[in-house]
Protein backbone atom coordinates (compact mmCIF):
# COMPACT_ATOMS: atom_id res chain seq x y z
CA UNK A 1 0.00 0.00 0.00
CA UNK A 2 3.04 2.06 0.51
CA UNK A 3 4.21 1.44 -3.40
CA UNK A 4 8.07 1.37 -3.85
CA UNK A 5 10.48 4.50 -4.83
CA UNK A 6 12.68 4.73 -7.87
CA UNK A 7 15.86 6.05 -6.68
CA UNK A 8 15.20 9.36 -7.91
CA UNK A 9 11.51 9.42 -5.89
CA UNK A 10 13.12 12.52 -3.20
CA UNK A 11 13.78 15.83 -3.91
CA UNK A 12 16.35 17.23 -1.43
CA UNK A 13 15.57 20.65 -0.40
CA UNK A 14 19.79 21.22 -1.83
CA UNK A 15 18.44 20.53 -5.41
CA UNK A 16 15.93 23.50 -4.81
CA UNK A 17 18.02 25.57 -3.57
CA UNK A 18 20.21 24.59 -6.37
CA UNK A 19 17.49 25.27 -9.26
CA UNK A 20 16.83 28.72 -7.39
CA UNK A 21 20.26 30.48 -9.32
CA UNK A 22 17.49 29.81 -13.01
CA UNK A 23 14.20 31.10 -11.62
CA UNK A 24 14.79 34.79 -12.66
CA UNK A 25 11.35 34.91 -13.67
CA UNK A 26 7.90 34.65 -12.08
CA UNK A 27 4.87 32.52 -13.06
CA UNK A 28 4.14 29.92 -16.20
CA UNK A 29 1.44 28.30 -18.07
CA UNK A 30 0.73 25.88 -20.24
CA UNK A 31 -2.68 26.36 -21.58
CA UNK A 32 -4.68 25.02 -24.94
CA UNK A 33 -7.97 25.38 -23.57
CA UNK A 34 -9.27 28.79 -24.00
CA UNK A 35 -13.06 28.68 -22.62
CA UNK A 36 -13.05 26.87 -19.40
CA UNK A 37 -15.95 25.45 -17.14
CA UNK A 38 -13.74 27.23 -14.27
CA UNK A 39 -13.63 30.81 -16.30
CA UNK A 40 -9.83 30.28 -15.62
CA UNK A 41 -8.91 32.69 -18.00
CA UNK A 42 -10.50 35.52 -16.67
CA UNK A 43 -8.08 35.10 -13.56
CA UNK A 44 -5.24 35.04 -15.75
CA UNK A 45 -5.75 38.01 -17.65
CA UNK A 46 -6.65 39.51 -14.28
CA UNK A 47 -3.59 38.20 -12.55
CA UNK A 48 -1.13 38.89 -15.28
CA UNK A 49 -1.43 42.77 -14.19
CA UNK A 50 -0.18 42.55 -11.27
CA UNK A 51 3.21 40.40 -11.62
CA UNK A 52 5.37 38.58 -14.22
CA UNK A 53 3.19 35.74 -16.21
CA UNK A 54 4.53 33.89 -18.89
CA UNK A 55 1.74 32.07 -21.43
CA UNK A 56 2.46 29.05 -23.28
CA UNK A 57 0.24 26.89 -25.57
CA UNK A 58 -2.53 27.34 -28.14
CA UNK A 59 -4.17 30.81 -25.73
CA UNK A 60 -0.88 32.82 -25.97
CA UNK A 61 -2.81 35.11 -27.99
CA UNK A 62 -5.97 35.75 -26.28
CA UNK A 63 -4.53 35.56 -22.67
CA UNK A 64 -1.36 37.75 -22.91
CA UNK A 65 -2.58 40.94 -21.48
CA UNK A 66 -2.14 43.04 -18.81
CA UNK A 67 1.34 45.04 -18.46
CA UNK A 68 3.44 42.00 -16.60
CA UNK A 69 1.67 39.54 -18.99
CA UNK A 70 4.11 38.40 -21.49
CA UNK A 71 3.35 36.19 -24.99
CA UNK A 72 6.26 33.57 -25.32
CA UNK A 73 8.82 34.46 -27.47
CA UNK A 74 11.45 31.95 -28.23
CA UNK A 75 14.91 32.76 -26.81
CA UNK A 76 17.51 30.54 -25.47
CA UNK A 77 14.96 28.97 -23.42
CA UNK A 78 12.51 27.92 -26.00
CA UNK A 79 12.32 24.47 -25.02
CA UNK A 80 9.33 23.77 -22.11
CA UNK A 81 12.14 22.61 -19.72
CA UNK A 82 14.42 25.42 -20.18
CA UNK A 83 11.05 27.60 -19.46
CA UNK A 84 9.81 25.35 -16.53
CA UNK A 85 13.88 25.83 -15.02
CA UNK A 86 13.95 29.46 -14.98
CA UNK A 87 10.13 30.04 -13.60
CA UNK A 88 9.38 29.81 -9.92
CA UNK A 89 5.51 29.37 -10.00
CA UNK A 90 2.79 27.45 -11.83
CA UNK A 91 -0.27 28.47 -12.49
CA UNK A 92 -2.59 25.31 -11.91
CA UNK A 93 -5.67 26.69 -12.49
CA UNK A 94 -7.95 23.99 -13.56
CA UNK A 95 -10.46 23.38 -16.73
CA UNK A 96 -13.20 22.63 -14.18
CA UNK A 97 -13.20 23.21 -10.19
CA UNK A 98 -14.88 20.02 -8.91
CA UNK A 99 -14.38 18.21 -5.67
CA UNK A 100 -12.29 15.18 -5.67
CA UNK A 101 -10.72 16.55 -9.37
CA UNK A 102 -7.37 17.47 -9.55
CA UNK A 103 -4.97 17.79 -12.92
CA UNK A 104 -2.51 15.66 -12.74
CA UNK A 105 -0.33 18.50 -14.47
CA UNK A 106 -0.20 19.65 -10.66
CA UNK A 107 1.62 17.06 -9.29
CA UNK A 108 4.13 16.93 -12.27
CA UNK A 109 4.87 20.58 -11.58
CA UNK A 110 5.67 21.10 -8.16
CA UNK A 111 7.60 17.24 -9.20
CA UNK A 112 9.75 19.98 -11.15
CA UNK A 113 10.33 22.56 -8.46
CA UNK A 114 7.56 24.48 -9.54
CA UNK A 115 5.28 26.10 -6.64
CA UNK A 116 1.23 25.53 -7.66
CA UNK A 117 -1.23 28.63 -7.77
CA UNK A 118 -4.86 27.02 -7.53
CA UNK A 119 -7.90 28.41 -7.26
CA UNK A 120 -9.34 26.64 -4.00
CA UNK A 121 -7.44 25.57 -0.92
CA UNK A 122 -10.09 23.14 -0.11
CA UNK A 123 -10.09 21.16 -2.77
CA UNK A 124 -6.43 20.16 -2.81
CA UNK A 125 -6.36 19.56 1.21
CA UNK A 126 -9.12 17.26 1.27
CA UNK A 127 -7.33 14.89 -0.27
CA UNK A 128 -4.18 15.29 2.10
CA UNK A 129 -2.41 17.47 -0.15
CA UNK A 130 0.76 19.52 2.23
CA UNK A 131 -1.15 22.82 3.09
CA UNK A 132 2.51 24.02 2.63
CA UNK A 133 3.21 23.00 -0.91
CA UNK A 134 1.00 25.77 -3.09
CA UNK A 135 -0.33 28.59 -2.74
CA UNK A 136 -4.61 29.64 -3.09
CA UNK A 137 -5.70 32.18 -4.80
CA UNK A 138 -8.98 31.79 -2.24
CA UNK A 139 -6.50 32.90 0.85
CA UNK A 140 -6.58 36.33 -0.33
CA UNK A 141 -9.19 39.36 -0.81
CA UNK A 142 -8.12 40.01 -4.26
CA UNK A 143 -6.11 38.63 -7.25
CA UNK A 144 -4.10 41.81 -6.67
CA UNK A 145 -3.37 40.73 -3.51
CA UNK A 146 -2.06 37.33 -4.83
CA UNK A 147 0.00 39.08 -7.70
CA UNK A 148 1.64 40.92 -4.84
CA UNK A 149 2.72 38.01 -2.87
CA UNK A 150 3.88 36.23 -5.69
CA UNK A 151 6.66 39.49 -6.19
CA UNK A 152 7.11 39.46 -2.71
CA UNK A 153 8.08 35.59 -2.91
CA UNK A 154 10.34 36.35 -6.09
CA UNK A 155 12.25 38.80 -3.85
CA UNK A 156 12.84 36.42 -0.94
CA UNK A 157 14.44 33.18 -1.56
CA UNK A 158 13.83 32.25 2.38
CA UNK A 159 10.18 32.83 2.11
CA UNK A 160 9.84 30.83 -1.33
CA UNK A 161 12.00 27.47 -0.02
CA UNK A 162 9.67 27.12 2.93
CA UNK A 163 7.10 25.85 -0.19
CA UNK A 164 9.19 22.65 -0.62
CA UNK A 165 9.56 21.66 3.08
CA UNK A 166 7.29 19.20 2.05
CA UNK A 167 10.03 17.42 0.64
CA UNK A 168 11.52 16.43 3.74
CA UNK A 169 8.75 14.18 4.31
CA UNK A 170 6.91 12.74 1.18
CA UNK A 171 8.24 11.36 -2.12
CA UNK A 172 8.31 12.60 -5.63
CA UNK A 173 4.88 12.83 -6.98
CA UNK A 174 5.69 12.18 -10.60
CA UNK A 175 8.29 9.58 -9.83
CA UNK A 176 5.82 7.11 -7.25
CA UNK A 177 4.41 4.34 -8.29
CA UNK A 178 1.80 2.67 -6.43
CA UNK A 179 -0.04 0.43 -6.54
CA UNK A 180 -4.07 0.33 -7.21
CA UNK A 181 -5.51 -2.45 -7.23
CA UNK A 182 -4.45 -2.68 -3.52
CA UNK A 183 -5.56 0.76 -2.50
CA UNK A 184 -8.82 -0.30 -4.30
CA UNK A 185 -8.88 -3.47 -2.14
CA UNK A 186 -8.40 -1.48 0.90
CA UNK A 187 -11.41 1.33 0.29
CA UNK A 188 -13.45 -1.40 -0.16
CA UNK A 189 -12.69 -3.04 3.02
CA UNK A 190 -11.78 -0.15 5.16
CA UNK A 191 -13.61 2.79 3.85
CA UNK A 192 -16.82 4.57 5.45
CA UNK A 193 -19.77 3.19 3.31
CA UNK A 194 -21.29 6.09 1.02
CA UNK A 195 -25.03 5.30 -1.01
CA UNK A 196 -25.60 7.67 -3.72
CA UNK A 197 -29.20 7.01 -4.83
CA UNK A 198 -28.75 9.59 -7.64
CA UNK A 199 -25.43 9.64 -9.82
CA UNK A 200 -26.70 12.10 -12.57
CA UNK A 201 -27.93 14.57 -10.06
CA UNK A 202 -24.70 13.73 -7.80
CA UNK A 203 -22.36 14.40 -10.60
CA UNK A 204 -24.38 17.60 -12.18
CA UNK A 205 -25.05 19.37 -8.55
CA UNK A 206 -23.08 21.00 -6.20
CA UNK A 207 -19.69 19.35 -7.24
CA UNK A 208 -18.18 21.63 -9.29
CA UNK A 209 -17.80 25.79 -8.77
CA UNK A 210 -17.01 28.84 -11.16
CA UNK A 211 -13.65 30.41 -10.07
CA UNK A 212 -14.07 33.89 -8.40
CA UNK A 213 -13.08 37.18 -10.50
CA UNK A 214 -11.98 39.81 -7.76
Not at 19 to 30: C, E, H, M, P
Not at 41 to 50: A, P
Not at 70 to 77: G, I, L
Request: net charge positive; proline share 3%.
Amino acid sequence: LTGKPDKNSTISIEEVQASLKKKTRGALIFVSNCATPSKREQLIKQLGQYTELTVRGGCEARLSFGNKTRKFMCKADCSDDGLIATHRFYISFENSLCNDYITEKFFLRISQKLVPIVVKRQLYEAVHIPSDSFIALDDFKTVKELGDYMNYLRSNDTAYLKYFEWTKHYRNPAKYVGNSLCKLCEDIHMGEKMVIKDIVKYYKEGQCFSAPVT
